[in-house]
Nanobody, 120 residues
Framework: QVQLVESGGGLVQPGGSLRLSCAVS????????LAWYRQVPGNQRELVAS???????RYSDSVQDRFTIVRDIAKNTVDLQMNSLKPEDTGVYYC??????????????WGQGTQVTVSS
């Protein structure tokens, strides 16, 4: 059974940094896409950063040049390095993994989420 387990959230002051980590069961290369999403109460879950198995990483405009998504082969994790954090980065961050079966079915997996709060 595929499991994604996030860690690394917490409280940080504006301008600070945090690194989120998502431990993946099985190989990270089994996922076509690994991504991080963010959700705040009352809003839909939004894509923050994605790492396809082939192709370029993508970021939302709000985090471009501040966040970096990394597939760590040695640890078998997908990490999100967050720098220059702003109060509007506050939310629950979810790890997401997408796989395509040989029959063409798309499988989507989610972690349980980790809270990030940016506040002075």
């Amino acid at each position: 059974q595929v499991q994604l387990v996030e860690s690394g959230g917490g409280l940080v002051q504006p301008g600070g940094s945090l690194r989120l980590s998502c431990a993946v069961s099985g190989s990270i290369f089994s996922f076509d896409i690994l991504a991080w999403y963010r959700q705040v109460p009352g809003n839909q879950r939004e894509l923050v950063a994605s790492s396809p198995r082939y192709g370029s990483r993508r970021y939302s405009d709000s985090v471009q040049d501040r966040f970096t998504i990394v597939r760590d082969i040695a640890k078998n994790t997908v990490d999100l390095q967050m720098n220059s954090l702003k109060p509007e980065d506050t939310g629950v961050y979810y790890c997401n993994g997408e796989q395509m079966t040989p029959s063409g079915t798309k499988l989507n997996y989610w972690g349980q989420g980790t809270q990030v709060t940016v506040s002075s």
